[in-house]
């Protein structure tokens, strides 16, 4: 009988340039060789960014160049400095008004993603043209799950979340499929608490969408015995009961049952399923691809400590969106400033009803956290206050 060796992981993760082989914030393309940025003023360091590695503009349609004009005007960094001023704006004025200011600060910094990372103007420029982002006239608007969005073929909002996520339009397929405001914010971790506390019922149980990990953790690779290196999550035991021995199986099957395994040696922890080449000395392109893959199951909260979750996004749950938290917030945000905007006696209204807090909170916390996402998502690098190591 052929004798089967346990699976065993080494006792320290992979390390790379002095540091350990790990997830970072970025969400599509990760630098595995650069340190953690320590700042507390974003919009400096990405200008510093872009004057660093600069991109020219150019046209590569003729027609285009004619109709639109000298490409430059389009350059990333100007849209960028467009939403700094708009930040600024959002943050000197009351909640009541700075939905309007805040959309348009995402607008702008996710034009400057969108110039900064396309190959000519001609993938952009006539999306540029539009918002791409509008309301369910059909809603009533009493309660914000009475509030939806829908988004067009065209513009920027559609432009900007099919870069963040490729299969974007099939999870949301066209301008007949609309979400509501309660629904998007359920899937943000930031609001969350705030979200479970709002609606919390005796009647009824809301599904958990995000587990915590350990705090100051985020998954991590380690080499194992066969020679692969695999991606570890260490899920924060205080989470389920304290006599919770491992993680509920009920809870693995809404992370994805083909995704994750259980470590044997540690029933809290999980590791993917899938696993990469280990070249000593070098990030293989298999452990970026694992990377790739495995990092739109998780999300953090923007702070002075690192806060990652794992959202469960196999959970049998209609609510369940698995897009960005860069879509979502800026779709909401959109539907919020139209309201602020046009119907502010409705955006009042809202303030004053149960949902207060959670809309007070997504209104005051979302505009950090969509640019935290979106710089490090610029740089491809991991962006932290300064006295985070």
């Not at 299969?167 to 609309?178: A, L």
């Not at 779709?331 to 139209?338: C, D, L, T």
Request: aromatic content about 14%; hydrophobic content about 35%; some cysteine.
């Amino acid at each position: 009988m052929a004798r089967h060796t346990k699976f065993v992981l080494q006792n320290i993760p992979i390390q790379h340039k002095n540091q350990s082989l790990r997830m970072k914030k970025p969400y599509t393309t990760q630098d595995f060789t650069k340190h953690t940025v320590l700042t507390d003023d974003v919009y400096t360091y990405v200008s510093f960014f872009f004057d660093v590695h600069k991109k020219a503009m150019k046209f590569n349609d003729q027609q285009n160049k004619e109709k639109y004009g000298d490409p430059n005007q389009y350059k990333y960094n100007f849209y960028w400095k467009q939403s700094e001023i708009f930040y600024k704006s959002a943050k000197a004025i009351d909640v009541e008004a700075s939905p309007v200011a805040a959309y348009y600060c995402m607008l702008n910094a996710a034009k400057a993603y969108i110039s900064y990372t396309s190959e000519s103007a001609d993938d952009f420029v006539k999306d540029f043209g539009g918002h791409g982002i509008l309301e369910d006239k059909d809603d009533a608007g009493n309660d914000l799950s009475t509030i939806s969005i829908k988004h067009k073929d065209w513009g920027v909002f559609p432009l900007f979340a099919s870069k963040l996520d490729e299969d974007f339009y099939n999870v949301w397929p066209n301008r007949n499929i609309s979400y509501s405001l309660k629904t998007l914010l359920y899937n943000m971790a930031f609001i969350h608490r705030a979200y479970m506390m709002t609606y919390a019922e005796k009647s009824r149980t809301i599904d958990e969408l995000f587990i915590p990990l350990e705090r100051g953790t985020t998954p991590t690779f380690y080499k194992a015995n066969d020679g692969k290196a695999y991606l570890v999550s260490k899920i924060d035991k205080r989470y389920f009961s304290p006599s919770a021995t491992k993680i509920p199986s009920d809870y693995i099957r809404s992370f994805g049952e083909t995704n994750y395994n259980v470590y044997s040696n540690n029933q809290f922890w999980l590791i993917s399923s899938n696993n990469a080449k280990y070249n000593s000395g070098s990030v293989s392109s298999e452990i970026k691809e694992l990377n790739a893959q495995y990092r739109k199951n998780y999300t953090y909260i923007k702070g002075n400590n690192r806060m990652w979750y794992l959202k469960r996004t196999q959970i049998q749950n209609d609510d369940v969106v698995n897009l960005s938290n860069m879509t979502l917030i800026m779709a909401a945000m959109h539907r919020i400033s139209e309201i602020a905007r046009y119907k502010p006696e409705q955006l009042r209204r809202l303030l004053q009803s149960k949902e207060n807090w959670l809309l007070h909170e997504f209104i005051t916390l979302a505009l950090d956290q969509f640019l935290d996402e979106l710089a490090s998502e610029i740089t491809h690098q991991e962006i932290m206050c300064t006295g985070v190591k």
